[in-house]
């Protein structure tokens, strides 16, 4: 069992920078393939961002990509999240979600576990 729990969000401007963390404990942190997911009010779950166990590979959803960055940090397990030039269209709750299984992967339902997530909010 993996437990994770996102911290981080707030209100923000348009052009502003924000990072998000993901604390997660349990059994190894470091054999999980991480992913960041958000979902705005009315909307679907949708993708931004993983990476793999060994931290050589990412991904990023084509909204996302060149402006947010996940990685794992100093802190021992956690994954980070760290978004910059924020839009109004970032608004969304961001969740964070961890898989066991091999490969990057965009779809929400090979995620095993995940947090309660955190709200992130972009003025303009």
């Known amino acids: 069992q993996v437990h994770l729990v996102e911290s981080g969000g707030g209100l923000v401007q348009a052009g502003d920078s924000l990072r998000l963390s993901c604390a997660a404990s349990g059994r190894t942190f470091s054999n999980y393939n991480m992913a960041w997911f958000r979902q705005a009010p009315g909307k679907a779950r949708e993708f931004v961002a993983t990476?793999?166990?060994?931290?050589?590979?990412?991904d990023y959803a084509d909204s996302v990509k060149g402006r947010f960055a996940i990685s794992r940090g100093d802190v021992k397990n956690t994954v980070y999240l760290q978004m910059s030039n924020l839009k109004p269209e970032d608004t969304a709750v961001y969740y964070c979600?961890?898989?066991?299984?091999?490969?990057?992967?965009?779809?929400?339902?090979?995620?095993?576990?995940w947090g309660q997530g955190t709200q992130v909010t972009v003025s303009s």
């Open positions: 979600a961890a898989k066991l299984s091999a490969g990057l992967n965009r779809g929400y339902e090979a995620y095993d576990y």
């Open positions: 990476e793999d166990w060994s931290g050589r590979s990412t």
